[in-house]
């Protein structure tokens, strides 16, 4: 499968605690994005990097969000001190940034729930 | 800020019906609109629209873009069950990421 890729796909965790999402790019994309989304609504865009450089960050990524792209392949998003308003699907999605070409891919999901 | 609308919010049809979906936005140094296809998991790809007037088609996915009244539709024909699904648009500016819409909900009964 040469898609993105994510994990864990679900993940129900108390108030308070930490959690660390993983997301694979496809291989050859430079662009790494991660978007959360809520019933109801579409994606909300949270932070991206181009190879492992973090370019730009929401104003919804509080202090208790942080991502990482170590080497400008995988990337992981942790949440700490959790809180039930965490609780929504986090997306990752990837592209190749090529003259026109940058559609964005998107992997499955991982489903948070705060309880 | 940028803004993404999509109407209408949800629409329920029957099997060989033709439906059009709206999506108007305000994008800062707008680049491209996409239309993405939502089941019960990720957005999947369809279309980028990066010029007014040039209708993309793929079967019988078609979308418009008008970049002077700042909107695009996707239009399905001939509508299966398998249409059903959130059908999502999201603008593109100077910045990377995507703005998005809240989606259509489509609902194609047999």
Not at chain 1, 57 to 83: M, N, Y
Not at chain 2, 72 to 78: D, E, G, P, Q
Request: hydrophobic share 30%; aromatic share 10%; charged share 20%.
């Amino acid at each position: 499968d040469t898609g993105v890729s994510q994990d864990p796909r679900h993940k129900i965790t108390k108030r308070g605690q930490n959690v660390t999402f993983r997301c694979d790019p496809i291989s050859e994309h430079n662009r790494l994005y991660w978007y959360r989304q809520t019933l109801g609504q579409g994606p909300e865009f949270l932070t991206y990097f181009q190879n492992e450089a973090q370019l730009e960050k929401s104003r919804l990524l509080s202090d208790r969000f942080s991502a990482e792209r170590p080497k400008g392949s995988f990337s992981t998003l942790e949440i700490q001190r959790t809180e039930q308003g965490d609780s929504a699907m986090y997306l990752c999605a990837s592209s190749l940034e090529s003259g026109l070409s940058y559609e964005q891919y998107f992997g499955p999901g991982t489903r948070l729930t705060v309880t | 800020e940028d803004k993404v609308v999509q109407s209408p919010l949800s629409l329920v049809v029957h099997e060989g019906d033709t439906v059009t979906l709206n999506c108007s936005y305000e994008v800062t140094n707008f680049r491209s609109l996409l239309w993405y296809k939502q089941e019960k998991k990720a957005p999947t790809f369809l279309f980028m629209l990066t010029s007014s007037g040039i209708e993309k088609k793929s079967g019988r996915l078609s979308s418009i873009l008008d970049k002077k009244e700042l909107f695009s539709i996707l239009n399905i024909t001939a509508t299966q069950t398998g249409d059903s699904a959130i059908y999502l648009c999201a603008g593109r500016g100077s910045a990377r990421q995507l703005t998005f819409g809240s989606g259509t909900q489509l609902t194609v009964l047999p």
